[in-house]
């Protein structure tokens, strides 16, 4: 870094753009930091998420299990010195199947983990196994790795609200979830401790000169200002592709669009202590006869008779709510706001989550008050983010963070600093890099990839 006092402009205000300006701050002590938005922070889609977390990722490498762990301990330093305002928990992920086919899958997925740093794998094969169950509350639990279950009793046993038919769950440990509001609010509230500001705009430009950026152009209403700059973090969530354009740099990410729908859960079908559940299996929807014929007389209501992909997931939220997503249909799209309302999701996402868990049959598909939203996950082809420097000095990337965007957040933040104040990196820093993509060996290894982790 040059020896001047830098000037670090960040385009973007959700929590990539706050976590990389906590970094900054807090943890590098720079005090000249600018954040330009032009909504308001933490508000497009960073609001938008299931709010979990997980060490436990496929991959060819340890990369995004040791990213993932880094985040992880960074969030649980939030949580220890804010006396869990974040409200963190560690109740695991439970992967469930009843596909008998599936659970070679989930035996080599948890040893695949442990390969990979996630912790230990322990297989439950018979009843006499022994299983420590996660805590409801807090967050300080030693257990890593993961439990697979294919002992029907136990099953019903340790997850009596799980499908009869289910033959096999497996039970990632360092996982849950938190308040993803809380998280944003605690580092917003820190930086502006330290003297970041937020300018309200929209980024219309990015100066460079001699080969590196020099100011970025930005218009609010009928205003428009150049504020100067030494580095610039292009942190623009969804908008990210168009804000690198103004740099000259295509970014190899698209966009998906998720919703997910909330409701209060009355009856309570869910019991409050469950962890995530996540449905391995694809599955038609459950409809009684009568809503068959109904359905049938409505040409253009068949296709939801029709196979739904595996995926669909939900978890208990506070005293009585409940959240699902049910991510149906995976296509690239454009960003558009506000997001177009997607048919039937709410009455889609509960009857496929209830093929998981039965007791949210009582609903009939139609939940009280549902309220859905949501936003975009925007990835690259591997569903790895892009964190680090670009071929523009002084610019830099903090993207493409998908569905994981809550619980990379601190160590993405982190990474970004490092790069900036040229600290020690750590091993996992290359395989974020946009500069990945110029090596043939791993553009050779995108072919052949397999699962990238999300749900």
């Not at 009869?164 to 509001?181: I, K, Y």
């Not at 208990?316 to 049910?326: M, N, R, S, V």
């Not at 982190?414 to 090596?439: G, M, W």
Request: with cysteine; net charge negative; hydrophobic share 40%.
């Amino acid at each position: 870094m040059s020896q001047s006092k830098p000037r670090i402009l960040i385009c973007g205000a959700g929590i990539a753009g706050v976590a990389a300006a906590y970094a900054l701050t807090v943890d590098h002590g720079l005090d000249n930091v600018v954040m330009v938005e032009p909504g308001n922070p933490l508000s497009l889609t960073s609001d938008k998420s299931t709010e979990a977390y997980r060490n436990w990722w496929p991959g060819p490498d340890r990369a995004m299990t040791a990213f993932m762990d880094r985040s992880i301990d960074l969030i649980e330093e939030i949580a220890r010195a804010t006396d869990n305002r974040i409200n963190l928990n560690r109740r695991g992920y439970l992967f469930a199947t009843a596909d008998p086919g599936k659970i070679p899958f989930l035996r080599e997925m948890a040893q695949m983990a442990e390969a990979r740093g996630g912790g230990p794998a322990r297989f439950h094969d018979s009843a006499p196994s022994r299983y420590t169950p996660s805590p409801e509350h807090g967050f300080d639990f030693s257990l890593t790795g993961a439990d697979v279950f294919t002992e029907p009793s136990l099953i019903r046993r340790y997850f009596p609200f799980l499908t009869h038919d289910t033959v096999a769950v497996a039970h990632a440990r360092r996982a849950g979830w938190l308040s993803a509001q809380q998280l944003g609010a605690v580092m917003l509230e820190a930086v502006r401790a330290r003297g970041v500001k937020i300018v309200k705009g929209r980024v219309a430009g990015i100066a460079t000169g001699g080969g590196r950026v020099r100011a970025v152009e930005v218009e609010h209403e009928s205003e428009h200002m150049t504020l100067q700059a030494s580095h610039v973090v292009l942190a623009a969530g969804p908008m990210q592709s168009a804000v690198a354009g103004l740099l000259g740099i295509d970014l190899p990410i698209t966009a998906e669009r998720h919703f997910k729908v909330s409701f209060p859960d009355t009856l309570g079908a869910l019991p409050r202590s469950a962890p995530m559940l996540i449905w391995l299996d694809r599955q038609r929807l459950p409809w009684s006869e009568e809503e068959r014929a109904a359905l049938a007389e409505d040409a253009e209501a068949r296709w939801l008779f029709e196979p739904f992909p595996a995926g669909v997931h939900g978890r208990p939220d506070g005293a009585a709510a409940t959240i699902i997503l049910y991510n149906h249909h995976g296509e690239a799209v454009d960003p558009v706001f506000p997001l177009p309302e997607q048919d039937h999701y709410a009455e889609i996402a509960l009857r496929g989550m209830s093929t998981m868990v039965p007791a949210l049959k009582a609903y009939n598909g139609r939940p009280t008050r549902p309220y859905i939203d949501g936003g975009y996950y925007m990835r690259t082809r591997e569903n790895r983010p892009l964190i680090g420097p670009v071929a523009v000095e002084g610019a830099y990337i903090s993207c493409a963070y998908s569905g994981f965007g809550i619980m990379a957040s601190r160590a993405g933040g982190e990474l970004i600093a490092r790069h900036i104040t040229q600290s020690a990196l750590p091993d996992y820093a290359p395989a974020f890099l946009l500069s990945r993509y110029q090596d043939p060996a791993y553009c050779a290894l995108l072919e052949n990839w397999g699962d990238g982790g999300q749900l």
